[in-house]
Structures are given as C-alpha cells and as structure tokens.
C-alpha cells in the first residue's frame, strides 16, 4: 500500500521524510541512488536538504543547484550578509551593482585597489576622498553605502524577518524578480520568498524547540534570533554543498524533471492544497486537469516503494498558514493507504499553532466538513449569462467582486506591482480566512 505520513508542520515533514529514508536504507537495504524525493516547485527542496544534512545522508539536486547554490538565493543572502557585516569584501562585490545602480567594474577594481594600497577594507575605502571616479559613480556609491548603513543601525531594533524583507524590498532585488513573469522567474521569486520563510521559522522557534542546524556544533546558545544568529547557521550548510561530492546520491527533484524516471523509493511531498494542485493552476480552464496528470507522473515513479507526505502548517510569506490535504489523495481512496499518522513533537509545533485539528485521524481529515466544504465550494459555478471579466485596473480595495468557483467576495487589499497584481479577497461561502489571487490570470467581474 502507498504509505501516507501526515506532519503537522513542514519542517517536521523534511525531518520525518530524512528519518523515514534512513528506515528505508536500514530496512529494505536500499542505495541512495535508489531513493528519490519529488515536489512541486524547487523551492521545497530546502527542509528536505537541510534534514538530510543531519542524517549525514548524500543528496544531489536533479537538473539543478542545491538551495543555497541558486543565483538569486545567493545574492540575497549577500545583501544580508554586508548587513551585518559591511567588511565583508565577497558580498560587497556581488551586490554593490546588482540590480544595476551605476557603480560599472571599472569603479570597482579602483575601489580594490585603493583599498589594498592603504591597507584597508573596500568599504572602509569607499568613502576616501582619494578615489578617483566620476562624481555619477561616486554619488551612486554614497547611496549604496547610506542604505546598507541604514540596515546596520535597524538590525538591532528589527526583527530578522522583518529587517530581511525591507533588504528584499530596498535593495531592488524583490522588483528585479518579480519583472520576469516566465515559469523559471517565477520559481527565482518563490526560492527568495522560502529564505524569508526560513528566516521566520528561525525568529519564530523557541531554545526549547528544534535548534538551527549544526548551531550547537558552533559552540553558540541556542537563544540568539537575530539575523547574525541565522546567518551562522547556513554557513555550514553552504560549505556542506561544495563537499557533497559522492557518487551514491538521493535524488530531489521537482516532478516536472521526474518524468521518464523510476526509483526503487519515492517520496512525493507537500500534498497540500494550493501547492499541489498549485493555486495558479485552479485558475485555469484545464489547470486541475493538468495537475492530476503530472500526481500521475509522480506517483508512477516508484518501482516498489510510494510514501506520499502532506503538512497541515506551512511558512509561506513569512506567516504559517493552516493547509488541507490535496483533494488528490481523496480521490484515490483511503482503502489505498497505509496511514503512518505521527503529529511529531511539541518542539516541531509552530509559535501560535492551535494542535486541535492535529489529532484528528488522516481518514478523519478526509472527511471533515471544512475538507467537503472546500471541495464543493472548488466546483465551477454556472457563469450568468451577463458575466464578463472586469480589466485587473477595476479591482481596487473595497470593491465586491465575482468569481465562477468561489463565488462573491470583498477585496480587502491589492499590491504588487502594475503587471503582477495580486488582491486579498475574502469569499462569503468559502471557509478559507481570505485568497490571494493574481490578477492578471484570475477571472473576476466587479459587481
């Protein structure tokens, strides 16, 4: 039967997933090159890594980079590295002209040089009235230098999340990102938004919950949140990617690479729904459709072994947000499951959570009421003969709206920018507390 393991947050799903793996190692005598951990969009690759990493257990990303190696991950991080730590030079370069603001290569390696001729650091030389550039570049330079001191001067009144979602924000990387619309700026934007999640589960965790990676291992308390605190604890993970070098892998992967693959082992994660289905597929005509197929990819992966896994609390934007399993598991049936259940421990429970839907069985999960009530809220409504879809510049805060699945609801909030709306919009027959839906591909009529 397929086993089906319901965690309660999602980083007790990338421990248990780990711990499950080396049971399947132990167990059956399976290879690592035998095991495969499949999920919908690249960005949940980063639990899985960091819980694998503990188990000393090898992985390699399939037709890409692990978390911390992506471009746009490491740039952000570079930003909140010079944030805590102006002197250090590596980070200083990779973002001083990333997003362009007029400070060329050529400025740069005078800023390099003048600082090695006097002894001192890039930034300590960045402001000597020696350097020879242009009074454009020199005039950029003071508005980078300003705006990274401003972040030093908030990083001891500020939260780590907090002060990391202003660097996003301020820095022009978050603008950067979300101008490319394509599926794979899409997928950058997402892997942005699960470092800002990572570094709101580590402001959010208590001494007495689960510590931070390999911290103890530092010779740190376990009780600093601040983002100097968080920045410690990834700098093993990132030295880890470069030695993980074995020829005897687990494979993560997304489902989409999946295709054409089999492994003895599988696991397929975040069977969530708005995750999987996606929530931008369930605005599209044949989105769900397209979703079922690709559940189809990658359940038929596995050979022998099939653990599906869900999470009922997710850290999405910053803030953990209550989930339901993918109506996907409905349909296959509860007859199918082995249910391994298990909520974990009280140290892997989000700040806040409420643990009483947690004790409700998987099966009862299936059949509770907000579960059939979402489901039959999720069916298309018949569209009225007048309805026609308002222009995306109609929908403003305030304004009552109509949408063919989830009937009518008030918008309560709209940001983003002009091409990438996404409104906050609260349904009057829909259990959920509010959707945020993006515009630009929503169907929505203003009445």
């Known amino acids: 039967k397929i086993k089906l393991l319901k965690c309660v947050t999602d980083d007790e799903e990338g421990r248990r997933v780990a711990d499950l793996i080396l049971e399947h190692k132990h167990r059956y005598h399976l290879a690592n090159s035998e095991i495969a951990i499949l999920y919908r969009t690249n960005s949940q690759s980063r639990k899985f890594e960091e819980h694998l990493r503990k188990l000393n257990l090898n992985y390699r990303v399939f037709g890409g980079l692990s978390f911390y190696q992506r471009k746009e991950v490491k740039d952000f991080v570079a930003y909140l590295r010079l944030s805590v730590n102006p002197r250090d030079e590596e980070a200083l370069r990779r973002v001083i002209n990333f997003p362009t603001r007029g400070i060329s ?73 979300k101008g490319d619309t394509s599926p794979e700026g899409i997928g950058r934007l997402e892997n942005v938004n699960a470092v800002l999640d990572a570094i709101a589960e580590f402001s959010d965790s208590k001494p007495d919950m689960a510590p931070a990676p390999d911290f103890a291992e530092m010779g740190g308390q376990d009780t600093d949140r601040s983002l100097a605190a968080y920045l410690q604890t990834i700098t093993l993970l990132t030295d880890a990617d470069e030695k993980n070098d074995n020829g005897d892998h687990i494979t993560l992967m997304s489902i989409h690479a999946a295709k054409g693959l089999e492994y003895r082992s599988i696991f397929v994660t975040g069977m969530e729904e708005n995750l999987f289905p996606s929530f931008m597929a369930l605005e599209e005509a044949n989105g769900l459709d397209e979703e079922r197929r690709l559940f189809y990819v990658a359940i038929t992966r596995a050979k022998e072994f099939l653990t599906i896994s869900f999470a009922q609390n997710r850290y999405r934007f910053g803030q953990i947000r209550v989930s339901e399993p993918s109506r996907f598991l409905e349909e296959i049936g509860t007859e199918h499951f082995e249910f391994l259940g298990g909520i974990g421990n009280a140290r892997a429970q989000a700040p806040g959570y409420d643990p009483t839907p947690a004790r409700a069985s998987i099966s009862g999960n299936f059949a509770n009421p907000r579960l059939r009530a979402a489901a039959k809220s999720a069916a298309p409504m018949q569209a009225p003969a007048d309805f026609k879809v308002s222009p995306p510049e109609d929908i403003v805060p305030g304004v009552t709206v109509l949408h063919l699945k989830f009937g009518e609801g008030k918008v309560s909030n709209v940001e983003g920018p002009k091409d990438n709306k996404v409104a906050t919009i609260q349904f009057k027959n829909d259990e959920m507390s509010e959707r945020r839906i993006v515009l630009k591909f929503a169907k929505l009529q203003v009445v």
């Open 105 to 177: 290569d050529a400025t740069v390696d005078k800023l390099s040089a003048l600082a090695g001729s006097n002894s001192l650091t890039m930034w300590e030389a960045m402001m000597l009235p020696t350097l020879d550039i242009t009074e454009r570049a020199r005039k950029s330079l003071a508005t980078f230098r300003h705006m990274v001191e401003d972040w030093q001067r908030r990083a001891g009144a500020d939260s780590a999340f907090k002060l990391a979602a202003e660097i996003l924000r301020k820095s022009g990387l978050l603008d950067q990102l």
